[in-house]
């Protein structure tokens, strides 16, 4: 059984940081593109980065609201989705998801969406305060 389980979601002031992990059990592909999503209240799922294999150059590409601000990578076991997010706003507060594919998939830059991935963590929530 697949599970994705997200973790390091909290509450922080407007500029502090915050760091998402996604635990990945029983998933055979941690050699695709996997990615962040977030999704405040009343709004639709939007995506926040993807990263692809090491594999096939692991390219990342980022949400224009985030770019230069939040980093996601691959922990040095293979094993966890991070995402470093620095300078926080009040806008960026959310549920935060991870996301991997249904099959081994590559991102091309900008044409990435939540449609594009089958398997989603719980999520984690993230409030930036003012």
């Known amino acids: 059984q697949v599970q994705l389980v997200e973790s390091g979601g909290g509450s922080v002031q407007a500029g502090g940081s915050l760091t998402l992990s996604c635990r990945f059990s029983?998933?055979?592909?941690?050699?695709?593109?996997m990615g962040w999503f977030r999704q405040a209240p009343g709004l639709e799922r939007d995506g926040v980065a993807i990263i692809n294999s090491d594999a096939s150059g692991g390219m990342t590409d980022y949400a224009g609201s985030v770019k230069g601000r939040f980093t996601i990578s691959r922990d040095k076991a293979g094993n966890s989705l991070l995402l470093q997010m620095n300078s926080l706003k009040v806008e960026a507060t959310a549920v935060y998801f991870c996301a991997a594919p249904e099959r081994r998939t590559y991102c091309s830059r900008g044409g990435w969406g939540p449609r594009s991935f089958g398997y989603w963590g719980q999520g984690a929530q993230v409030t930036v305060s003012s």
């Open positions: 029983g998933y055979p592909y941690m050699d695709t593109c």
